[in-house]
């Protein structure tokens, strides 16, 4: 599946093109501030969010509540939450991401295209370790090696 560019701004007044990774992959976590579901996610997001910022590859993590920003912005002090945040409350924009239910967590490629979603609570480490494998930079396809034409 691919996902559209949209553009929007986060809390701390950057614009942020969901879609579109700055990096390798883009890491959308879709949520509201008022879903148990989502809350109980927390812990393992933030783990998430550490070994996104700890590995080579770049991979921003974003956050899309849909709350009013006064709410997400509370929400985010709560519970520490230290990585860009999106307050939006037009639900077209999920149904672009394919989004509807929350939480629901996208990994999606510089091509714009999705390599992994989950939807549902995020609570065990199988689904932190297909997050991490799937927000890898892919690599570039083997090619043949061929030896110089004096070698043959």
Do not use: W
């Not at 549902?120 to 930079?137: F, S």
């Amino acid at each position: 599946m691919y996902v559209p560019k949209v553009a929007l701004t986060s809390l701390d007044g950057q614009t942020r093109e969901l879609g579109q990774p700055r990096a390798d992959t883009q890491v959308l976590f879709f949520f509201t501030t008022t879903c148990p579901r989502c809350r109980a996610s927390l812990p393992q997001l933030k783990r998430a969010a550490e070994q996104l910022r700890a590995g080579s590859s770049g991979t921003e993590l974003i956050g899309v509540a849909f709350a009013s920003p006064a709410q997400t912005a509370a929400y985010a002090r709560e519970h520490g939450l230290d990585f860009p945040l999106i307050a939006h409350d037009d639900r077209r924009t999920s149904a672009l991401f394919r989004a509807r239910k929350v939480p629901s967590l996208l990994v999606i490629g510089r091509d714009g295209r999705v390599r992994y979603q989950h939807v549902g609570e995020i609570n065990d480490k199988q689904t932190l370790r297909e997050l991490m494998a799937a927000a890898q930079p892919r690599s570039a396809p083997a090619t043949t090696m061929q030896r110089p034409l004096a070698a043959r």
